[in-house]
């Protein structure tokens, strides 16, 4: 079973920055994909960014030039850097990894982008 321990929401304010990690315990055999995902109050879940095994990447729309996806095998994590945040970024913000047969989501964190 894997778990996923996120870290690095808070509050920040507009034109900020923050560095969201997601820490994957336990075998992750089977993941061929890492990605993030966020969910506003009244609003579905929707895809952040994503990345392949083979490092290939996507974004939403919204986020291209501002946010960028990373990861460190070594370390079992995936990172969210986000930058030039705006109000419309606030959300819960989740992690997920997944694979043909396997999906696993991390607990979530808000994100609140406010002056």
């Known amino acids: 079973q894997v778990q996923l321990v996120e870290s690095g929401g808070g509050l920040v304010q507009p034109g900020g920055s923050l560095r969201r990690s997601c820490e994957a315990s336990?075998?992750?055999?089977?993941?061929?994909?890492m990605g993030w995902y966020r969910q506003a109050p009244g609003k579905q879940r929707e895809l952040v960014a994503i990345?392949?095994?083979?490092?290939?990447?996507d974004y939403a729309d919204s986020v291209k030039g501002r946010f960028t996806i990373s990861r460190d095998n070594a370390k079992n994590t995936v990172y969210l850097q986000m930058n030039s945040l705006k109000p419309e970024d606030t959300a819960v913000y989740y992690c997920?990894?997944?694979?043909?047969?396997?999906?696993?989501w991390g607990q979530g964190t808000q994100v609140t982008v406010s002056s």
């Open positions: 990345m392949s095994n083979l490092l290939t990447t």
């Open positions: 336990g075998s992750i055999v089977g993941i061929n994909r």
């Open positions: 997920n990894l997944a694979g043909r047969y396997v999906n696993y």
